[in-house]
């Protein structure tokens, strides 16, 4: 039985193993691979081919211009929904991205699509691709279906490595990097990747990543052991193509500093476990065609997904936690306590300089697809915290390193944990348009009575606050707005009910029935240091803002070999995805109770329904959502400048060194010397 999908990637990572075509007599590259497929199942081989080859493969795939052009209007549906496409077109001068108008660029698209101008699907998909990932928005995403067939994986993993954590890091593959302290001689730094300077190189690979700071766009190039409860990202970008998708290149010849010169081959993997197509056409019939309009199976819509802070039921079917528990990450010493997925752990630091520190261990708050996720995590930092208090412990750090969001009640409930005597702020709004608008009448109209209440309420539509917590909306009117924001029509400014939302399953202590653990903060802000590694994300920037107002100081590691500052929070600073389905699903139990209710008039149940996407999607995808909210600092009072825009350097830096890359806990002790220590940070970055 062949293996899962993160299982193939490493397979591929460390043993590429591509049949070489034995029957040149098949024609078409699609055909080829299903030849090769079919051999290396049989030969109980893990089945990789080569990258170019997959990738005219991908190239075969026809274009259908009507269907084009439906797919981008339908997207259209969903991006009036994305809460700073407004903004994004004209960014603040702070902003280190460019503009972008997805507006005018899905006109575009769509035009072209129309006039045929598309050689093939999957031309047409990367314009769209492109064109999303230039908002560095990582909560809006978008995997069109020729990108479903396969992941590119390349054979080299590189790592960014500094001699001391302060001088300017050099670039290794990680198999040289791992003899540098044994045998320095034998390796060399690569200073050209096929004959662009190797810097120059890599930041161009790093503009396929969707992180909002180029720092951590930069990070998200190398190999990062601290990206454990996602190994399908481990590998980094340049090895494991922007998430795995076409790298733009075949091969890469790689130039040493000592004049030696290596290759490396960039080879396929397939998504699903199962490659048997004729040619790119049944390969377009299968993965894009909807389901309605083809008779062979649907692709799984599987993929690695950015990090999601959401309050709405966007995250996976619970699943029941293994029976057995993962074995520890690499890199980390033996942790005091771990919840069975490595999802956290904390430690009780003994070394020399570190008697009195204790580390918790937080690299997702993605915990909901777990069973029981959310109170199994909260357990264990409450259990963690009690020890490292009773342990004599006047120190905490927090690592927040490769932590890609998740569950917004557990950040909310960690920050309640480390300050019970504080109330969590969360300012955000939404675009103010007429879906929503419909919506949220149709919320108000019943309130609690309404039969799609618990559902408006996971999704933060209904039952809403301001961001003091202290009063609650009582209307629509009062809620909407609209007010005009950066030129912008965005509601007013509000928060998630925490009465409301917090549970037994989703525990936030001290509101609705959870009881706060302790009265008072286990440990004073002056006493606890986060660190991150840029890529903090979604509901990780809300948790760590909250923490900076209360006075804690944040560290970061790596980035662009240069001196000066770098953000921590350099992922997107949304405060609330919203997946396509969820949206559609929404919507259709709306129009459904309105019919029967009349809570909308006819004239508004067509305008809904003309705003709102198709019930089936003119092209299959594997994954669509959008930023619903923005968020807002607690110092913005008017609450005008989205977070995202924002820019907020860490109090400190360091870059990473042999030691960090290859023991990923050894940034603890570096983080302690230089923030409460004798230590330095990188010239330019101490705040």
Not at 144 to 150: D, G, V
Not at 161 to 177: E, R
Not at 394 to 402: G, Q, R, T, Y
């Amino acid at each position: 039985m062949l293996t899962k999908y993160s299982l193939l990637l490493a397979a591929a990572g460390s043993a590429l193993v591509a049949a070489a075509p034995s029957a040149r007599s098949i024609q078409g590259p699609c055909a080829q691979i299903s030849q090769q497929y079919m051999q290396n199942v049989k030969a109980d081989r893990v089945p990789t081919f080569p990258g170019a080859l997959a990738y005219e493969c991908l190239q075969s795939m026809p274009f259908d211009p009507k269907r084009g052009a439906a797919f981008v209007e339908d997207v259209k549906k969903y991006m009036q929904w994305q809460s700073n496409v407004d903004v994004l077109n004209n960014p603040p001068t702070s902003y280190l991205s460019p503009p972008v108008d997805i507006w005018g660029g899905l006109d575009y698209l769509q035009q072209q699509a129309t006039d045929n101008k598309f050689g093939n699907q999957f031309e047409f998909d990367t314009a769209l691709s492109d064109l999303f990932i230039s908002a560095k928005d990582g909560h809006l995403s978008l995997l069109p279906c020729s990108y479903m067939p396969f992941a590119f994986v390349g054979h080299e993993s590189l790592v960014s490595i500094s001699s001391d954590g302060l001088q300017l890091p050099q670039i290794y593959t990680f198999g040289d990097a791992k003899f540098l302290k044994s045998n320095p001689d034998a390796v060399s730094p690569i200073v050209a990747i096929n004959g662009k300077e190797v810097v120059s190189h890599l930041e161009g690979v790093s503009e396929s990543q969707s992180f909002q700071d180029p720092d951590a766009r930069y990070n998200n190039v190398f190999l990062s052991r601290f990206r454990y409860t996602n190994s399908d990202q481990m590998l980094g970008a340049f090895s494991f193509g922007p998430n795995g998708m076409w790298p733009g290149s075949a091969v890469y010849n790689l130039a040493y500093a000592n004049g030696t010169m290596s290759k490396s081959e960039v080879k396929a993997v397939v998504r699903k476990n199962e490659f048997q197509f004729v040619d790119g056409k049944a390969l377009y019939e299968s993965y894009c065609l909807p389901a309605s309009n083809t008779t062979t199976s649907s692709p799984s819509t599987a993929t690695p997904t950015p990090g999601e802070s959401t309050p709405a039921s966007s995250t996976p079917a619970s699943q029941t936690p293994s029976s057995t528990k993962k074995p520890a990450p690499t890199g980390y010493p033996k942790a005091t306590i771990r919840d069975d997925n490595n999802l956290i752990s904390g430690y009780l630091l003994s070394e020399p300089g570190l008697e009195d520190t204790a580390v918790l261990s937080v690299p997702t708050f993605g915990v909901s697809n777990i069973e029981g996720g959310n109170k199994v995590v909260s357990d264990v930092a409450i259990e963690f915290i009690q020890k490292a208090v009773d342990a004599g412990k006047k120190k905490m750090i927090i690592d927040l390193s490769a932590n890609p969001g998740g569950d917004i009640n557990y950040a909310f409930d960690l920050f309640r944990l480390f300050f019970p005597n504080k109330s969590p702020y969360w300012s955000t709004r939404f675009r103010a348009h007429e879906a929503v608008r419909l919506i949220e009448k149709v919320g108000y109209s019943q309130g609690p009575q309404n039969l799609i209440f618990a559902s408006l309420v996971k999704v933060g539509f209904y039952g809403l606050k301001t961001p003091s917590q202290d009063y609650t909306f009582k209307s629509l009117e009062e809620l909407y707005g609209p007010h005009n924001v950066l030129g912008a029509n965005m509601s007013t400014a509000n928060s998630l009910n925490l009465e409301l939302i917090s549970s037994e399953e989703k525990p936030i202590h001290g509101y609705g029935d959870i009881k706060s653990k302790w009265m008072t903060p286990p440990f004073a802000p002056e006493d606890i240091l986060i660190i991150t590694d840029g890529a903090c994300s979604s509901s990780c920037p809300t948790f760590t803002e909250m923490m900076k107002y209360e006075g804690v100081k944040i560290i970061s590691f790596g980035g662009r070999p240069q001196y000066g500052p770098m953000q921590a929070m350099g992922g997107t600073r949304g405060a609330q995805v919203m997946p396509a389905e969820t949206l559609m699903t929404i919507t259709t139990a709306v129009l459904g109770i309105t019919a029967g209710l009349e809570l909308l008039s006819e004239s508004e149940l067509q305008q809904l329904k003309a705003l709102s996407p198709a019930e089936e999607s003119p092209l299959q995808y594997g994954l669509l959502q959008v930023n619903f909210r923005d968020a807002y600092s607690k110092l913005d009072k008017d609450n005008v400048m989205p977070l995202q825009f924002v820019y907020e350097p860490a109090h400190c830096r360091l870059f990473y060194s042999l030691d960090n890359v290859l023991q990923p806990a050894t940034t603890w002790s570096a983080a302690v010397n230089a923030m409460w220590g004798s230590g330095e940070c990188v010239a330019g970055s101490r705040m």
